[in-house]
């Protein structure tokens, strides 16, 4: 174990967070954060080069490394954590969230604080994991507001902690938000044994699902024994979801046509269950033919897990119909692949997957911010848009410059 120096500055301490070989969840499909990555170019950039050099210290050896107000502030906001106040977890959520380079290593001694704290209470429980993690995804206008809102509320009414986290892929651009936020769950709102948190207004989307994936930690240290992750039907965000959850639901409006083109096929495959939703009143009848084609389509897809077959529900936030069913069904999905193991293992591949996510956004951003290729990157794009070299030579052009420069 390396000994940290107590006057080591800025960027010691950066290397030693860097070092941490736990973080908490997983990104989606390779490729995915090929977007626009350093839009904040200079933070981008700082903990690219400092996520170099790794070496493995201890969580608490860190707090060593703060500041005296700094310490005191990190103990009090992870003991009000610990303890489960709202306030607190609020404030971790926004220093996770933070783009302020300082305050982001904060917020990761903070994360690892957590992180010894839920891994010694998992070991208490038996190795079983402290939360469920459910994921909700659905074109706008599903429904999964509302489904949430009456779930959450059945959920705190038999005594479990409820947080809702929300990853909304147009506040990354916008800052507007497709999901409404906490409109629909005026009720869950109020509610002292819920919690809930609006997507971060900005950031890429790789920035704003691993604040997600850090979210779930702080929620699960806060005690949230379940934690509800929406996001909506557009781009990548509902993948990003997918992995980083136990399960996925997927929620579907009974509606043809137009609402429906949005739900892409590769999505529908990844679903542990698909939720018809608005099944009331004059809806009954379509959300029954949809409860079929459904049921029809999800047996020609692969099956996922040896433990569990996809299931389509039908529900109704209005009446109230199904809620308890579909809530059931999903516990009986978690009681399955805990008891076969493969919930664990599918933690465990998530953690690979986020990994190698966050290593693709920092090398390609160190990559990008690389002076050689920065210098050479206007120049050979011109030349790829004009058709005077070869997108391939191009890469390989910039991808000597960067190596035999670096
Ligand atoms: N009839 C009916 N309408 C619903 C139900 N759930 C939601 N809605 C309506 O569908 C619209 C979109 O709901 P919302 O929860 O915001 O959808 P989201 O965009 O998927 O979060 C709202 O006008 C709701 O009142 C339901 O169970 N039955
Ligand atoms: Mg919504």
Redesign the pocket.
């Known amino acids: 174990m390396p000994h940290i120096h107590p006057k080591m500055g800025r960027l010691g301490l950066l290397r030693y967070i860097s070092s941490f070989p736990t973080r908490t969840s997983c990104l989606p499909q390779p490729g995915f954060t090929g977007g626009p990555l350093c839009s904040q170019p200079t933070v981008r950039a700082l903990s690219c080069q400092y996520r170099r050099g790794l070496s493995t210290t201890a969580p608490g050896e860190l707090m060593k490394d703060l500041s005296g107000p700094e310490q005191r502030r990190l103990t009090a906001l992870y003991d009000g954590l610990i303890a489960g106040q709202r306030a607190s977890l609020a404030e971790a959520i926004t220093l996770v969230e933070t783009q302020h380079p300082r305050k982001k290593e904060l917020a990761q001694v903070l994360l690892q604080r957590v992180l010894a704290y839920r891994t010694e209470q998992e070991r208490l429980n038996g190795g079983r994991p402290l939360a469920f993690r459910v994921g909700l995804s ?13 779930v959450g509320k059945m959920l705190t009414g038999r005594g479990h902690k409820v947080s809702v986290l929300a990853v909304d892929p147009s506040s990354c651009t916008t800052g507007g938000s ?3 936020d906490k ?2 769950m005026t009720e869950l709102t109020r509610d002292m044994n819920a919690f809930i948190r609006p997507s971060p207004t900005s950031g890429t989307l790789g920035g704003v699902t691993r604040t997600t994936n850090e979210a779930i930690v702080l929620c699960e240290g806060a005690g949230y024994d379940i934690v509800l992750v ?1 996001t ?1 039907g557009v781009g990548q965000s509902e993948f990003a979801v997918a992995d980083m959850v136990d399960m996925f639901v997927l ?1 579907i ?1 009974p509606a043809g046509g137009d609402e429906l083109q949005g739900i892409k096929r590769g999505i529908i495959e990844r679903a542990d269950l698909v939720v018809v ?5 004059d ?1 009954v009848v379509p959300a029954r033919r949809m409860q079929t084609e459904y049921t029809s389509a999800l047996k020609l897809l692969r099956r996922q897990s040896k433990s569990w077959n996809p299931k389509v529900v039908r ?5 109230g119909d199904g809620i308890p069913e579909v809530w059931a069904k999903m516990e009986s999905y978690r009681d399955s692949m805990l008891a076969s193991g493969e919930l664990q293992a599918r933690r465990r591949a998530q953690q690979k997957v986020w990994m190698w996510n966050l290593i693709q956004e920092n090398v390609l951003c160190y990559f990008q911010n690389h002076p050689s290729v920065r210098e050479a990157l206007p120049r050979l794009e011109e030349k790829v848009n004009t058709g005077t070299i070869s997108p391939g030579l191009a890469a390989d052009l910039l991808l000597k410059y960067f190596s035999s420069s670096s």
């Open positions: 659905g074109p706008p206008g599903a429904g999964k507001s509302s489904f949430i809102e009456v497709l999901l409404g409109t629909r929406e909506v929620l409006p939703t608005k099944s009331d009143g809806l529900a109704s936030s209005h009446s």
